[in-house]
Structure formats: C-alpha cells, structure tokens
C-alpha cells in the first residue's frame, strides 16, 4: 500500500484519537495523578437516605469504547464484609461517569466502597446514611472554592475529621471563569494557580475540564473519599448572576450553556439522577432534623432589579425561588415531624443593611434575597401563620461568616424585638469561603474593621449576631433535640497546602428558642 492510499486511514486514525480525547482540554492531563490511574478523580458518595446513597467514579481514558465497571460496598474497611456489589457498564456520552445508587442498606450506618476496573482498583471510600434515631447531627458547611485563589485547606481539614454525618456543599463548587487578567493588586497577589482552560467556560468540554481540574486537588478529592456530600449548585457552576432566564453578561445560547451546566454538574457531583436534572430535594434525619436543599438560580430566580428604585422590587411576580418550590418547602416543614427544619440555601436570607458599606454597589444587595423582597415576606408570613419554628437556614456565596436572628423584619418594633426575641423563628448560619476572596483580599485591614464596626451598629442590623469578613475556611452545625449550634473554622492560611485550623467562633440558639448566644466552642 503506497503513501497516498494510507492517508485515508491516517486521517480515521488521527481523528479517532481526537474525538476520544474530546471531553477534555488536552491541559488537563499534565495535573493528573498516574498513580491512580484509571481513577485519579478518586472517588466520592453523596445524598444520603436511611437506606441508600449514591456511590460515584469517573475513569480517565483514552478511548471511545464502552467500559464496565465493578463496584462493591462493606461494613468494613478492607472490604471483607460485603453487603452489596454488582458491575456498571459507561460510556463516552459521560465522560465516562459511574454513579450507583445503592440501596437496601442500614439506617444511620458507616460504610466503605471502591470500584474496579481491567484489574484495577479506585481507593476505598467512606460514607454513611442518615440516620433515624439519633441524637445528635453534625454537618459541615462550605461554599466557594475558587481554585485560583488558594489551597483547599479546608477541605483538608473535613477529610480528617471523624466526627461528620455528611458535608452541605451549597454552591459555587467551581468557577467558571478564566485566568485572572487583572484586578485589585491585592487580589491578584492572592492568585496561587491558574484556571484551565484559561476561558470562560460556556461548552461541555470546558465545563467538564474545569470540573476535572478541581477533582484532581488532592484535599478536595480526600475529602469526597471520606464523607457524603449533598450538593446544590449556586451562579458560578453555570455563569455569574445566572437567572432562569440568563446570565449577568451571555457569552454563548443561554439555554444551551444552561443545559450543558446542569449536565457537567451532574455528571460530577454524587447526587441522585433525576430526568429534570433538578437539585431541589429533601432529606430526613428522624425525628430530629428535615433537610431542605433549595435552587435559587435556575428554577425559578427572576432577574435582578437595576436598584432600589426600581419600581419592579417589590413585585410578587419576581421570584427567588418560584412558587412551585416555595410551595413545596412551606408545605413540608408544615408538614413535618422533626424537631429542627435546615434550608441549604445559596445567597443572605436575612434582610441585611449594607447601605453604609456598599453605596456605590446596589448589585451585591439585589442578588440577596433583599432583592426578592416580595417572595421572602410571603414566606415569613406562612412561617408566622402556621406558627412555624427551630428553622435553620445554613448559607454561601458572601465569602464571608455571619450569624443571624431569624425575623420577618428587624427594623419593625412590632415584628421583633432584638432584647426579648420576640419575632424570631430560628437563626440564619453564614459559611465563609473555603478561598474565594473576602475583604481582607481586595482592601487593607484598617478597610475591613470599619465596614464591620458599620454592619454590626444596632440601628443598622439588629438580628445580627456573629460577623467575620477577613477568614477562610468553613461551619458546622450541630444539632440536637435541645440545641443548633454553629462552629466556624478558620485556616490558618490559604497561599501553600496547610489545614491548620482553629473553631474562632461559636453561636447557637435552643430549641424553641428566642435569641441566638454565645455558645462553648466545638470540640475542634
């Protein structure tokens, strides 16, 4: 066969070898861990019930063909115990994803698992279902993982502890942004590693690299090994600001890039399929806890008002969360057996006066719920009517740690009373970022201490009892029949690998309770 009737097949071949390699930028292999191989995106588990939860892997080949994978569960770590196993084929379409739901299993049970592959094994992970009967709950909460700006200490940290029922991961998992080009200089001194692709990511692949590229952190994979996760996406998985109806600035077919979000997402995170490929769900701890996991981005979030000025605000037709997913939440926790209602939510719920601190930038306000004045009046007063309380709302996005009293309105003399609390229905828990920037990276420090002193004065913020502006790291909130109490952890710092921390603060507020107070610090 001569040269030119080769070129033909050379052209098969070299596309072949292309189109496998399609799912990811080519850049993300050289941030691989070979040692692990077919598994370097380790392994994770996620949405536990009494007796399931979701196990997940992902093999990192280079090839089109179908693959099957085993898969087995036990009651001990090495394995010798097996309660369930079985094999799973995948396919290209995924990436390759493998994701089990796992059934039939033991209420409030610790297992281990791993999957094999040509011989092969993943590294056996840890994870646990929820449990019916008992007395005490602890989540660990995080938010805002920005891969650019530090380490992952503090997901170092949870992968160590021994101590967690499952960890709520309540948005902005990764960011789809490309390399930082410019910015505060104090900032930019803070970027540690770059983004790939060095783009905004709006395809498939791009998703999916970036997605690769945080699994590939070794802290962040640790932790995944060793607890459930329950996730809920905020704006930054799909774009900034993100709405139903579009970003803050579109770059490509919003309801394709939407789609393409959602499918990267779920084929990455350990979270139940659903054919609407919604993250809005519920979990039960017994008769202690309810756990509600909210959408406020795709599901129903109208777009933001210009400014406080906008005739539209305070419209009962804007929506944050829409009124099919509202309906669902006020009907469960109505409905609801258990001592303790917890919302994973994504942005402030509590209404917050920053008006001293951020004059010039009405957006940061309007992309809280103060920017959805209408739907979260309509829900206190459900909350009030039906003499709802013990409700926990647990929050991202700030990047910053805070603690509320949970009121209809803290400015109203005949809502609430910050002395007696009267008005208060429970406590609003903030976590801080595990990097993302926070006040102390972008302004000098004398900066931070006043926007503090200004969001802490009474006239200002009533209800706001704990406030953190310059720390990384993340929460956990504990509970039981008598008590919810929140734990902030700090990282001692967030340029190199190092998860130092140190519990800097603790709040909580007793069941049936009127004020949030002090609390004896966690025991870590």
């Not at 009967?133 to 909460?141: F, G, I, K, T």
């Not at 952190?217 to 709405?243: C, G, K, S, Y």
């Not at 990267?264 to 139940?272: K, L, N, S, T, V």
């Amino acid at each position: 066969m001569n040269a030119y009737r080769l070129l033909p097949f050379l052209f098969l071949w070299c596309f072949a070898k292309t189109n496998a390699q399609s799912w990811y930028h080519p850049e993300l292999k050289a941030l691989g861990a070979p040692e692990l191989a077919p598994f370097e995106f380790g392994v994770a588990s996620g949405d536990p019930l009494p007796d399931a939860v979701v196990i997940w892997t992902k093999l990192f080949l280079d090839t089109d063909k179908p693959q099957s994978v085993t898969w087995e569960m036990a009651t001990d770590s090495l394995l010798h115990q097996v309660v369930q196993s079985g094999e799973q084929a995948t396919y290209r379409n995924s990436a390759f994803t493998v994701k089990v739901d796992v059934r039939g299993l033991t209420p409030g049970t610790t297992y281990y698992y791993r999957f094999g592959h040509g011989g092969k094994y993943s590294p056996v992970g840890r994870t646990r279902t929820a449990s019916q009967n008992a007395e005490l709950l602890r989540l660990a909460v995080v938010s805002c993982a920005d891969y650019q700006n530090g380490y992952f200490n503090a997901f170092g940290h949870i992968a160590k502890r021994n101590d967690l029922d499952a960890v709520l991961h309540l948005g902005d998992y990764i960011y789809e942004g490309g390399v930082w080009r410019g910015g505060p200089r104090k900032m930019m001194r803070n970027r540690v590693r770059e983004h790939v692709p060095d783009k905004t990511c709006t395809e498939l692949v791009d998703y999916r690299t970036r997605y690769g590229q945080y699994r590939l952190d070794p802290q962040l994979r640790e932790a995944h090994r060793m607890h459930p996760f329950i996730v809920i996406w905020d704006d930054h998985e799909i774009a900034n600001n993100a709405t139903v109806d579009g970003p803050e600035r579109a770059t490509a077919d919003w309801e394709t890039r939407k789609a393409t979000a959602k499918q990267a997402y779920f084929e990455w995170m350990p979270i139940r399929e659903n054919p609407e490929r919604s993250i809005v769900r519920s979990f039960s701890f017994g008769n202690l806890a309810e756990l509600w996991m909210l959408d406020g981005r795709l599901e129903g979030r109208s777009k933001q008002a210009v400014g406080f000025d906008d005739p539209s605000l305070n419209s009962p037709d804007r929506h944050m969360l829409g009124t099919q997913q509202t309906d669902w939440l006020l009907n469960g926790m109505a409905a609801s057996k258990a001592k303790w209602q917890i919302i994973g939510n994504q942005v402030i719920f509590s209404q917050l006066n920053d008006s001293k601190v951020f004059d010039r930038r009405p957006s940061v306000r309007l992309d809280r719920w103060d920017g959805y004045p209408a739907e979260r009046q309509s829900i206190f007063d459900f909350i009030y009517k039906n003499n709802l309380k013990n409700i926990v709302v647990v929050t991202g996005d700030v990047h910053t740690s805070w603690a509320f009293e949970l009121t209809g309105n803290p400015d109203d003399p005949n809502v609430y009373d910050p002395k007696t609390g009267k008005g208060v229905v429970g406590a609003e828990f903030v976590t801080p970022s595990v990097t993302s920037f926070n006040f102390d990276d972008v302004v000098p420090r004398f900066i931070t201490v006043e926007a503090k002193r200004r969001f802490k004065k009474r006239k200002n913020n009533p209800h706001l009892r704990y406030l953190d502006l310059n720390h990384h790291g993340y929460l956990t909130v504990t509970l039981t029949q008598e008590q919810a109490q929140a734990d902030w952890f700090f990282v001692k710092r967030k340029d190199q690998v190092d998860d130092r921390v140190k519990n800097r603060a603790s709040r909580r507020i007793l069941a049936d309770g009127k004020q949030v107070e002090k609390a004896k610090r966690g025991v870590r």
